[in-house]
């Protein structure tokens, strides 16, 4: 199944459902930092939960960041996810493999640690982006960003976010967001419905190996809820916007004195980009191409 991105209401309006696939963006995401297996699960549902709440944003170009800091071996996780169905993303220690939890599952929680920070930066494309910062609850990423989304945005949530990871790679991922609105928020029957249905989910990666499609997984929740699902169909990939000429930009920066001792000590400069891990060589040429940009507008 294509990874993509689906929308939905229920409740005459009251709430709202998202749901995502990212099975083959997180595969990637796998293969380009070669992440362990706890790795993945956590910079995959990190990138769900980007992909699930830019989808909430207007304003052509918004995006979304999410950073994680626990206190566990994993250090720190990045996600920068737009509206466009864009995200990318990486984990601190992508190597770090621990045994599996109490339930027998990737520990996700122990990996990126239970006690640290949530920061997440809205940028709607104009004036200051909104941020926020929230506690870590479990360490979990679902947890963790639902806690955020009712304690900064004061939204009823529920959030499920999942990846089934194999030898072969990723077979599984994804996620569902379901959001409560004023409208609807104090209707206490139908959040406590709300809740009792989504606390019985066995977990969001299950029903995507069943072979349920989003629209069947919406109908399982909301159903007999007034449930619209919204025709547009949006493709999501990993993409970043990286570029060997970004990147002697950055160079530049570092002006003639450096640029000259890279030259000489190491007959060139190599970029890795955090994000995608592309790979960038620039010649001893290319920096002596910004020198001359340099002094020529030192000149100017």
Same mark, same amino acid.
């Given at each position: 199944?294509?990874d993509q ?8 309006g009251? =709430?709202?459902a ?16 070669k @992440? ?8 995959g549902?990190?990138?769900s939960?980007g992909? *699930?709440l830019a989808s909430?944003m207007?304003?052509?170009g918004?995006?979304?960041n ?5 206190d566990?071996? *994993?250090?720190? =996780? @990045?996600?920068d996810?737009?509206?466009d ?8 220690? $992508?190597?770090?493999?621990? $045994? $599996?939890?109490a339930?027998?599952?990737? &520990? %996700? ?5 239970? &006690?640290g920070?949530?920061?997440?930066v809205?940028?709607v494309?104009?004036?200051y !982006?909104?941020?926020?910062t929230?506690e870590l ?6 947890? /963790?960003?639902?806690n955020?989304?009712?304690?900064s945005?004061?939204? $009823?949530?529920? *959030?499920?976010?999942?990846v089934?990871v194999?030898?072969?790679?990723v077979t ?9 609105l !004023?409208?609807?928020?104090? &209707?206490?029957? @139908?959040?406590?419905?709300l ?10 990666t299950?029903?995507?190996?069943s072979?349920?499609a989003? !629209?069947? =997984?919406?109908e399982?929740?909301?159903? /007999?809820?007034?449930?619209?699902? @919204? !025709? ?12 060997? #000429? ?7 920066? *570092?002006?003639?004195?450096?640029l000259? #001792?890279m ?6 400069a ?5 994000f995608?891990?592309? %790979? ?14 340099l ?6």
């Open positions: 199944m294509a991105l689906i929308r939905a209401t229920a409740a005459e009251g =709430i709202r998202v749901g995502v696939i990212t099975t083959r963006l997180t595969e990637e995401a796998r293969r380009r930092h @992440l362990s297996y706890v790795a993945t699960a956590a910079l549902r990190t990138m939960a992909l *699930l909430s207007k304003r052509e918004s995006r979304v999410i950073r994680i800091n626990g566990g071996p *994993l250090g720190g =996780i @990045l996600v996810a737009g509206l169905g864009t995200v990318r993303g990486y984990v601190d220690n $992508p190597s770090v493999e621990l $045994p $599996p939890n339930r027998g599952k990737l &520990d %996700v929680g122990g990996a990126v640690g239970r &006690d920070y949530l920061y997440v809205r940028d494309g104009y004036g !982006p909104y941020s926020s929230v609850v479990s360490g979990e990423i679902g947890d /963790d960003i639902a955020y989304l009712v304690t945005e004061q939204t $009823p949530s529920a *959030l499920v976010v999942g089934f194999e030898a072969n790679g599984a991922s994804g996620g569902i967001l379901i959001q409560v !004023p409208k609807a928020a104090r &209707d206490e029957a @139908l959040v406590q419905t809740e009792s249905r989504v606390a019985k989910l066995a977990g969001f299950p029903l995507l190996q072979g349920k989003l !629209p069947e =997984i919406f399982q929740l909301l159903g /007999d809820m007034s449930l619209v699902i @919204l !025709p547009e169909i949006q493709m999501v990939r990993f993409h970043c916007g990286c570029s060997f #000429d970004r990147v002697l930009g950055a160079l530049k920066m *570092l002006g003639e004195a450096e000259q #001792d030259i000489e000590k190491d007959d060139g190599e970029a890795t980009c955090h995608c891990g592309e %790979v960038y060589q620039a010649s001893s040429d290319h920096l002596a191409q910004l020198i001359q940009d002094q020529a507008e030192s000149v100017g």
